[in-house]
């Protein structure tokens, strides 16, 4: 079994931070991102991997269109068969993600396997991100989607646009890996300490009696191995996220559907801190990737999520 918290992989964390100024594609605040703004980004993208090797190419589809009929896309890259599933903003005032994901696939277009120092990780899996779920709310910057829905309640009655789209793709995509992708409130701390609680993971339960299964095992894993990258770049600061089982949510239904799901929650940021909160979820989620290609999560004792401390319990509709 590895060490908690992995302190072999500070040099890795060091070239994915020295990455992200290079890499990011959107310089403003995130939560100036609209889904003109998403679909110009994309269209770079594509434009600049064209000429790419075709695992490095950006593939766009059209999944369909809001209720105010902005664009809902997925984007996606390499060719193996170990499927990976990122989607944010299905929250609309939720954009952090948004930010960061669109940073990592640019790092793919530009630096290919290289990004992982040369492993063949678009050889062996295929990245697919949703990158704005919820347009509408995006526009609005509101939780809920246009019709005032929250679309992470709907994950069973689907009476909305962007549940049917969300839980459609999953079932063609058959995803092996999930990343539900959100903000959390500023204010979230870690308990027992009063710190901003900057990152919190869940692996969320399949039922109330959170039960094991292999899927939920791997998601745990891999929940602890990104609260471990907030643990080295910024001790004291990372989290459980506090909630139980929830049945109409999405992160219980993908996982339910056999794919390892993790939530990953972007919260606030401590004054006089260098760096940022973006930087630290851009270094999470590629040290996840890298993970998930090498297997190396698979050497975590899993037991161990359950004794990460929790956020700070208060009032939240998630």
């Known amino acids: 079994m590895r060490e908690f918290p992995f302190q072999e992989l500070a040099p890795q964390d060091k070239k994915f931070r020295d990455l992200y100024p290079k ?23 594509l434009s600049d991997s064209a000429g790419k090797a075709v695992p490095q190419r950006v593939r766009q589809q ?3 269109q809001s209720l105010e009929g902005r664009t809902i896309r997925m984007l996606s890259m390499g060719n193996g068969e170990r499927r990976i599933f990122m989607w944010t903003q299905m929250h609309g005032d939720e954009s952090t993600h948004t930010s960061v994901v669109l940073a990592v696939l640019n790092t ?46 709907d994950a069973v009655e689907l009476n909305t646009r962007e549940g049917r789209i969300l839980h459609d793709t999953v079932l063609k995509l ?41 899927s939920v095992i791997r998601a745990r894993q891999l929940a602890i191995e990104m609260f471990a990258v907030g643990e080295r770049l910024l001790p004291g600061h ?17 996982q339910a559907q056999g794919a390892s799901t993790m939530l990953l929650e972007a919260g606030g940021w401590p004054e006089g801190q260098e760096n940022g909160r973006d930087e630290l979820h851009y270094v999470t989620l590629m040290n996840a990737l890298r993970s998930i290609h090498q297997q190396a999560f698979a050497e975590i004792d899993s037991t161990r999520y359950a004794k990460l401390p929790l956020n700070k319990i208060v009032p939240s509709k998630k």
């Open 23 to 45: 890499y990011r594609v959107w310089q403003e605040r995130s939560e100036l991102l609209r889904e003109a703004d998403v679909a110009k980004l994309a269209n770079d993208l």
């Open 62 to 64: 059209v999944l369909g």
């Open 108 to 153: 793919l277009v530009e630096l290919g396997n290289q990004a992982f120092d040369g492993a063949n990780f678009l050889g062996d899996c295929s990245l697919h991100v949703i990158p704005m779920l919820n347009p509408d709310g995006a526009e609005r910057q509101t939780r809920e989607n246009a019709q005032g829905i929250d679309v992470n309640r």
């Open 174 to 214: 058959k995803p092996h890996f999930g990343f539900n992708l959100h903000n959390q409130r500023a204010d979230k701390t870690v308990t027992g300490t009063g710190k901003i609680a900057v990152l919190s993971v869940l692996a969320p339960p399949l039922d109330y009696d959170d039960s094991d299964s292999p």
């Open 238 to 254: 990372s989290t459980r996220y506090e909630a139980g089982y929830m049945p109409t949510a999405f992160g219980e239904w993908v």
